[in-house]
Nanobody
Framework: QLQLVESGGGLVQPGGSLRLSCVAS????????IGWFRQAPGKEREGVSC????????AYKDSVKGRFTISRDNAKNTVYLQLNSLKPEDTAVYYC????????????????????WGQGTQVTVSS
């Protein structure tokens, strides 16, 4: 079964940190870009970050630049999203998705196509 599985979400206080993981099973991520998206209640889904297949290109939404870091370990078939200095407005369900390449247009981060989606992991930032 081809799938992506996210983990690492949870409840954290403002200013705290989390590390999200996205593990692929049933296929190799070696040739896929991976993006992280999030969706807060009542809001549209938005692209947060993306990393190219080789890891040489990364992109971030403006509101998370300097706070979030995307990375990948192809040997472990895993992509990570390190979330630092978390704010209440970062509260959302975070999803990872695979695709052929990242796209950036202004403040919009996306992938050229969306091949596989994970089920999501909840991140809640609250005191």
């Amino acid at each position: 079964q081809l799938q992506l599985v996210e983990s690492g979400g949870g409840l954290v206080q403002p200013g705290g940190s989390l590390r999200l993981s996205c593990v692929a099973s049933g296929f190799s991520i070696d040739y896929y870009a991976i993006g992280w998206f999030r969706q807060a209640p009542g809001k549209e889904r938005e692209g947060v970050s993306c990393i190219s297949s080789a890891g040489s290109f990364t992109a971030y939404k403006d509101s998370v630049k300097g706070r979030f870091t995307i990375s990948r370990d192809n040997a472990k078939n895993t992509v990570y999203l390190q979330l630092n200095s978390l704010k209440p407005e970062d509260t959302a369900v975070y999803y990872c998705v695979s695709g052929p390449s990242c796209t950036v247009a202004g403040d919009t981060v996306d992938l050229y196509e969306h091949d596989y989606w994970g089920q999501g992991t909840q991140v809640t930032v609250s005191s």
